[in-house]
C-alpha cells in the first residue's frame, strides 16, 4: 500500500453494498489509483490512506450500520483525509426523490457530520410494489455507480498533496 492509496471499505449483509464497493474499486483501480477494497469491520489501521469511500446499506448510528462502528471507531484520523459515502439504498418512501434516484437523508446527514466531500445513494424504491414494512429496491444503476466514482477519481487527481 502506498501513501496515496485510497481505501473502499463497506458494510454489507446480503452483498448488494460489497458489490458496488466493488465497482467503485475497479473505476478508481482504471484510473490508476491504488486501491484497497474490504469490509469496514475489518479495517484496523488507516495509516497510508490518503482517502476513504465508506459504504453501508444504511447509516444508522445507534446500529453501528457502517461496519461495527467504523466512523466511530477512526474519527480521530478522519479529518487528514479526503472521505465520501454511500449507501445502498433508501429507507422509507419519503425518501425517494420525485426524479427517480433516491437520497437517504441519513447518509447524507452523516456526511455533513463528518465533513465528507461526498455523498450518494444507489437504488431506487420500486413504486409498483407497495408494502408498509419493506421498501423494494430496483437494481442498482451501475452507470450512475461509476460516474460518481469518475467524480471522486477527478477529485482525487487534482494536485493536493499525499498523507503518509
Keep these: 500500500m502506498s501513501a496515496d492509496c485510497v481505501l ?12 458496488i464497493a466493488a465497482t467503485i474499486a475497479a473505476e478508481l483501480r482504471a484510473a490508476g489509483l491504488s486501491v484497497d477494497c474490504r469490509p469496514a469491520s475489518d479495517v484496523e489501521d488507516l495509516t497510508g490512506y490518503a482517502a476513504i469511500i465508506l459504504g453501508s446499506g444504511v447509516f444508522l448510528a445507534r446500529r453501528m450500520s457502517d461496519g461495527g462502528g467504523f466512523l466511530t471507531r477512526h474519527a480521530g484520523h478522519l479529518d487528514a483525509r479526503r472521505v465520501w459515502l454511500f449507501a445502498a439504498g433508501p429507507i422509507g ?22 465533513g465528507a466531500r461526498g455523498a450518494a445513494t444507489f437504488g431506487a424504491i420500486d413504486p409498483t410494489v407497495g408494502s408498509d414494512l419493506f421498501d423494494h429496491l430496483e437494481p442498482t444503476n451501475q452507470a450512475r455507480v461509476r460516474g460518481w466514482a469518475r467524480t471522486i477519481v477527478d477529485e482525487l487527481t487534482e494536485s493536493e498533496p499525499s498523507i503518509a
Design 8 to 19: 473502499v471499505a463497506y458494510a454489507s449483509q446480503s452483498g448488494s453494498t460489497a458489490g
Design 93 to 114: 418512501r419519503a425518501r425517494a426523490a420525485t426524479n427517480g434516484t433516491a437520497e437517504d437523508a441519513g447518509v447524507m446527514h452523516v456526511a455533513r457530520g463528518i
